[in-house]
């Protein structure tokens, strides 16, 4: 709101002619470019060039402001700035208006900001400040303004903008005072909101500082330069304000004056300026801004000053605006090319997050057609997953989480890892060699942390011996039927049952956090992500069954008879009766050489000797029927369980991994699913949400005003 074509008042014209000093042709040109910079709102989001007017509380900050602007900001003896203020000037020869308006710190609730945000009012004219800082600091809830409670100082803003004939486009800002020691009215609560309020100014580089320090007090003791130093350390846009000459002890002003002249041991690369402010007496008369300039003149004209031959371009407030004119010109000819480019990937973020919303879609059509993409999107991710294509799509994706997104290479992993531990421990009983030193004829049958049994040989042939009584039939001795070897087998392999459980529950979350991840990479909107997550979940769980199922019916065939045409198992039946028969050959022409011959045989071509050899070791080939048998089902479990796990482990992989969990993936989320959507599915999927929209319309306006602001910087 603004007052079209209204009239300055006299104090108005003052004001504005004084602004008129701090332009030149170049900083008009580049303080207009900044103003419409600002005006979009770009100062919202990027620090713009500014004056900041700080220092100690009652140092006279408000007098310096009011001398630079020639606005009269309100004075009062104990009454102390409790908050910045920002003024904000735009020229233009069309419309005069001043309007208030206060802006919430970034830490205020949400219903706190609505009701700061909603403060606006127009000032008739300068005078009406008092009322309007009366009105921010009971609105900002201020200890002292309608309430004991409270903070005595905010870190909100109460922003000034005036529009008018100024000639000049600027930012001035006034800052609380810092606090020198805490009391009963300002807490050391206090005293930190102040130094966190100006330091936030201070440290952007496109601020001009001007440190307003008191002539009475000890130049070591002004916090202000210290602050400033720290945030300008090349001193590149610090100015030294000395105020308040006129209240100093007589015969001292030779210790202003070093300073004034940058010689004491405090120095500024910029220098200092010296300033007389009016007195109370003068303020309260109503001074004019061309009255205070005369009563300056007069004071620095006494003799006590001008015998240090101060510098005149260094005293006074037109010299300190003629300054100020000449150091903003050079400063903004400095900041604005880092404003550019400050905009400019400001701009490429703002773009980037517009194009993750994509194109709106107000309709079923535009909906469906969002959801194709997002699906295809999906459909390609999963399908280079499976197919170890990492570089073909999203590189960063497949980066995530240590790799983890590589789903075939990480599949590959575990069915390595269920491979090893089922030849490892996917046998019931697993022979150990007995430990040297034990002697023990008792069982020793141990079970490791898994369950597996860790058994002697003799302690498993015990139990192959027991099974072959438990299980015989009508076959004659030396022999054993069937179901020997089927009761060997199911018992040997009944941990497969549980190895193959856990993988499977393994690989389903694996694959699972995949399709989430995958998901969450597409869908950038909540609502919809968790749409697509719940139909995804539903199609997981339907493929978690199928696999499981699965798993049982590979289980059960292995529970029946065994079965197999494999000429592996026949090739390992005949290898193991050669290692027997070898074994057991072995064992009598020892015995028969060391007790028989003496310890030493010749084969020799007589028929006597090959007579004796053959008597001494049928006496030795002494055969039990019974373990013959066991033996031989020994061979025989051996031969079908290394066939049947084999097959087992591929079966595992191939049927239930393979075809259940891993080869529909892409269907999860496949273009072929967005078509079965009805319009009422689209709608609760695919509605933009109003947050989102809001969002989406701020950001593109956001957007075209940046790209205004760069056409305005250009020149």
């Not at 006279?60 to 003024?87: M, N, Q, Y």
């Not at 005069?96 to 949400?110: D, E, F, G, M, Q």
């Not at 020691?181 to 440290?203: G, I």
């Not at 053959?614 to 061979?635: G, P, T, W, Y």
Request: charged residues 30%; negative net charge; aromatic residues 6%.
């Amino acid at each position: 709101m603004s007052v079209q074509g209204a009239n300055p008042k006299p104090q108005d014209e003052e004001a504005f002619s004084s602004l008129g000093a701090l332009r030149s042709a170049k900083s008009t040109q580049r303080l207009n470019q900044i103003a419409h910079v600002r005006a979009k709102g770009v100062g919202e989001h990027i620090s713009l060039p500014q004056i900041a007017v700080c220092g100690d509380q009652s140092a006279g900050k408000s007098s310096v402001l009011e001398g630079i602007t020639g606005i009269p900001f309100p004075r009062k003896d104990g009454v102390c700035t409790k908050f910045a203020t920002e003024i904000i000037l735009y020229h233009s020869t069309e419309t005069s208006s001043i309007i208030a308006t206060v802006i919430p710190h970034i830490s205020r609730s949400k219903p706190d900001r609505e009701r700061l945000q909603a403060y606006h009012r127009v000032l008739a004219d300068f005078f009406d400040l008092p009322s309007v800082i009366q009105d921010a600091s009971s609105l900002l809830q201020l200890r002292g303004f309608g309430t004991d409670e409270g903070l005595a100082f905010s870190e909100d803003v109460l922003r000034i903008e005036v529009t008018g004939d100024t000639g000049l486009n600027l930012t001035v800002v006034d800052l609380p005072g810092l606090i020198a020691v805490p009391n009963e009215e300002q807490t050391e609560e206090d005293v930190q909101l102040v130094e966190r309020l100006v330091d936030s100014y201070l440290q952007s580089s496109r601020t001009i500082i001007l440190a307003v320090i008191q002539a009475s007090n000890d130049i070591a003791n002004q916090g202000i330069i210290r602050r400033a130093r720290k945030f300008d350390k090349a001193g590149q846009r610090t100015v030294g304000i000395i105020t308040k000459p006129d209240l100093i002890n007589k015969s001292t002003e030779g210790r202003i004056a070093l300073l004034a002249k940058n010689q004491d041991t405090t120095k500024l690369k910029l220098g200092y300026f010296l300033l007389k402010n009016p007195d109370p007496e003068q303020l309260d008369k109503g001074i004019s801004l061309r009255e205070r300039k005369q009563k300056e003149l007069e004071f620095f004209s006494s003799a006590a000053w001008k015998e240090h031959r101060l510098d005149p371009a260094r005293v006074g407030i037109d010299a300190l605006r003629e300054f100020l004119q000449d150091l903003l010109d050079r400063h903004i000819e400095k900041e604005l090319p880092k404003v550019r480019n400050e905009i400019k990937t400001l701009l490429a973020a703002i773009e980037a997050e517009l194009a993750k919303f994509g194109d709106e879609r107000p309709t079923p059509a535009h909906m469906r057609m969002f959801l194709t993409r997002r699906s295809m999107e999906y459909y390609n991710l999963a399908r280079a997953a499976l197919e170890g294509n990492y570089h073909a799509q999203d590189t960063d994706f497949f980066g995530l989480e240590g790799y983890s997104m590589r789903l075939r290479a990480e599949v590959h992993k575990l069915n390595g890892l269920f491979a090893t531990r089922m030849r490892e421990a996917g046998s019931k009983r697993k022979i150990v060699e007995i430990q040297p030193g034990d002697t023990s004829d008792e069982e020793t049958e141990s079970v490791p942390e898994d369950g597996q049994l860790l058994v002697t040989k003799r302690e498993f042939d015990h139990w192959v011996n027991e099974t072959y009584i438990r299980t015989r039939g009508r076959e004659l001795p030396g022999n054993y039927n069937h179901i020997l070897l089927a009761e060997l087998f199911h018992e040997h392999s009944n941990r497969w049952s549980d190895i193959a459980d856990q993988h499977l529950t393994q690989l389903f979350q694996v694959t699972s956090n995949f399709v989430e991840k995958a998901l969450t990479k597409v869908f950038l909107e909540d609502d919809a992500r968790q749409e697509i997550l719940l139909i995804a979940r539903n199609k997981l769980e339907e493929a978690w069954k199928l696999a499981n199922d699965e798993l049982q019916k590979l289980l059960a065939d292995e529970k029946r008879q065994p079965i197999t045409y494999n000429h592996y198992y026949t090739d390992n039946i005949q290898n193991a009766r050669e290692d027997s028969l070898k074994k057991a050959m072995q064992t009598a022409v020892r015995g028969a050489v060391e007790e028989d011959f003496k310890g030493k045989f010749h084969v020799s071509n007589t028929a006597v000797d090959s007579e004796r050899l053959l008597n001494s070791l049928q006496r030795r080939v002494i055969v039990n029927m019974d373990a013959q048998a066991c033996a031989e089902a020994v061979d025989g479990l051996n031969a079908y369980y290394k066939v049947a796990i084999k097959t087992f482990i591929d079966n595992m992989c191939r049927q239930v991994i393979e075809r259940h969990l891993l080869s529909n993936l892409p269907d999860i989320f496949a273009p072929t699913t967005v078509v079965k959507f009805s319009d009422e599915d689209l709608i609760r999927i695919a509605a933009e949400p109003a947050k989102q929209k809001d969002k989406r319309t701020a950001l593109a306006a956001l957007a075209q005003d940046l790209r205004d602001s760069l056409t305005a910087l250009q020149n």
